[in-house]
């Protein structure tokens, strides 16, 4: 079974407790016996938010691990920063937003996806942008990018606003619209219209999609209050 793991915690001398997310079950617990001692087949494999496929036994106690590969490289991505940052980014957000089974099945997909393409492309700002679109479409809260969500209008659009959930014209705007210039309305456009199998179908540079991604935080914590702490390490 693959799965996303969340969290990891030490227990009894040498055992891990992990939870984990998976498309079949939503949030998975197990235990991994001996995960902690250096010469344990599961050293080296066991990570936050690393994309695994692990085989279970059942028990009385609950599910005990008894094999693990790594379905990512993640030695490419802990010996690169920015890799490392948008791995705590993808991380962070993840286990904030996603609170049910059900959000964990229908965003598995896009969580696997960007785990891969992480290790992947090096257009990482572009990846994070993406990642954050995507999830906001498939867990409802997608922005209306193809008319002004206030009158229907379709042209004049000069901005956006989270309060309204979408794109506004130009006798729309009120002191709650962000601007917009046109080459960031079509990004905006772009990252609600994509799915995501097309992650790196087309990528963004840094400096295009840096404030869409500041941008699309923004909008994640106020639609879920929350706050993103380790967006303060992008550049
Ligand atoms: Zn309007």
């Given amino acids: 079974m693959e799965v996303v793991i969340i969290r990891l915690t030490p227990y009894r001398e040498k055992d891990y407790i992990i939870n984990a997310l998976s498309k079949e079950e939503g949030i998975i617990t197990f235990r991994a016996p001996g995960a902690l001692n250096v010469k344990s087949k599961f050293a080296g494999k066991l990570f936050l938010y690393a994309l695994v496929d692990i085989e279970l036994r059942e028990s009385k106690a609950g599910h ?17 920063p ?26 598995f997909t896009l969580i696997k996806n960007t ?13 994070m942008y993406l990642f954050i679109t995507n999830l906001l479409r498939i867990l409802g809260s997608g922005l209306v990018i193809d008319r002004c969500v206030s009158c229907g209008d379709t042209k004049n659009i000069i901005g956006v606003a989270f309060n309204r959930g979408g794109l506004i014209c130009k006798s729309c705007y009120d002191d709650k ?11 905006l456009r772009y990252g609600f219209m994509i799915s995501e199998a097309e992650l790196l179908r087309h990528e ?29 390490l992008i550049k």
């Fill in 115 to 127: 785990l891969h393409a992480l290790s992947e492309t090096s257009k990482l700002i572009s990846l």
């Fill in 82 to 107: 920015k890799r490392i940052i948008a791995l705590n980014v993808v991380g962070e957000v993840i286990s904030k937003t996603l609170k049910d089974d059900a959000s964990i099945t229908e965003t």
């Fill in 204 to 232: 963004f540079s840094d400096n295009e999609a840096l404030s869409l991604l500041n941008l699309m935080l923004m909008y994640l914590e106020f639609t879920y209050n929350i706050k993103i702490m380790s967006k303060d």
């Fill in 64 to 80: 005990t691990l008894t094999n693990v590969e790594s379905l990512t490289n993640m030695a490419k991505v802990f010996t690169d």
């Fill in 177 to 187: 619209t962000t601007k917009l210039t046109g080459s960031d309305i079509q990004i």
